[in-house]
């Protein structure tokens, strides 16, 4: 099973993009695997922490080992994290295993819509998190691709098109397979896209 992350700040459009994600009958999708042990790790005050301890692991490495990479029914899994989720002494195949992507967002956009949901603090909105995940992602060889959610809504098509979305070694042997392999659907009222990778990795 192949494992895409998406990586993001909250209020970044990342869970219209999972569902988009979630339309394809060969990939299942896990929505902030790491919220819990996160919560844990940082005692963040949550009026659903409660719930949360009770319907997800806590255990980070176990999350990472048992339930990112762990076995699945699908061809792919698509991981919707926030980049403060990835606490220090996670295991390190977190990051040096899948594929990675991180999706950025005008803070201007980002802050008014969470600070109704909680206090805002830089903890909490991740932003330095991000910049780290890019960072030690070009650091191991990897650099992620980068995309624009405010573009993304505006014109996916032009967006993921941008997106080599294939191994750094390989990819320009596999360019000319990599055609316009997006599906334009309409959901919740905002344009999101749906990328198709089977050819990606034949």
Known sequence: MEVIHSWSCPRSLSTALMYSFAQRDDIEVLDEPLN????KATGADRLYRDEIFASMEIDGHKV???IIYGPGKKKYRFCKNLAKHRILG????????GKHFILIRNPVHILPSFGKVIPLSFLD????????IYSDLCQMGTPPPVIDADDLQRNPEVSFLYYEYCNKKTCYKKKKKQENLIILCKKMHILCIIHLFS???A
């Open 199 to 201: 050819s990606l990795y």
């Open 64 to 66: 990472v080992k048992d």
């Open 90 to 97: 996670l295991p390190s195949e977190l990051m040096s295993k």
């Open 36 to 39: 819990a042990s996160f919560l």
């Open 125 to 132: 909105v991740g932003l330095a998190d991000l910049v780290s």
